[in-house]
């Protein structure tokens, strides 16, 4: 399974972005489809995720503001991200899971991550 994360860039405070995270290869074994971002001298953290059964989990801080989904017939799932702030700066990850788990041990697949920047 390949993950190729795009759709980053530079946007101001209370802006927009959508992330795309496009999956190929043997991607029917995927349950869980999630974000995480990283910012500068930081750990990785979770952002959100979504199973196949659609159910979904946000980490505190975004939610309200971001909406993942998940497109099937194109094997993609987005990070839609609303009235951004400067502390969502960062560069996301998107990650598969073979399971159910929003840990970043329980993802099995990552793509290279998309830089976000948010000016004040």
């Known amino acids: 399974v390949q993950l190729q994360a795009s759709g980053g860039g530079l946007v101001q405070a209370g802006g927009s972005l959508r992330l795309s995270c496009a999956a190929s290869?043997?991607?029917?074994?995927?349950?869980?489809m999630g974000w995480y971002r990283q910012a500068p001298g930081k750990q990785r953290e979770f952002v959100a995720f979504?199973?196949?059964?659609?159910?979904?989990n946000y980490e505190d801080s975004v939610k309200g503001r971001f909406t993942i989904s998940r497109d099937n017939a194109e094997n993609t799932w987005y990070l839609q991200m609303n009235n951004l702030k400067p502390e969502d700066t960062a560069v996301y990850y998107c990650?598969?899971?073979?399971?159910?788990?929003?840990?970043?041990?329980?993802?099995?697949?990552w793509g290279k991550g998309t830089q976000v920047t948010v000016s004040s």
């Open positions: 290869g043997s991607i029917f074994s995927i349950i869980t």
């Open positions: 990650a598969g899971g073979l399971g159910v788990g929003s840990l970043e041990g329980d993802m099995d697949y």
């Open positions: 979504i199973t196949n059964g659609d159910s979904t």
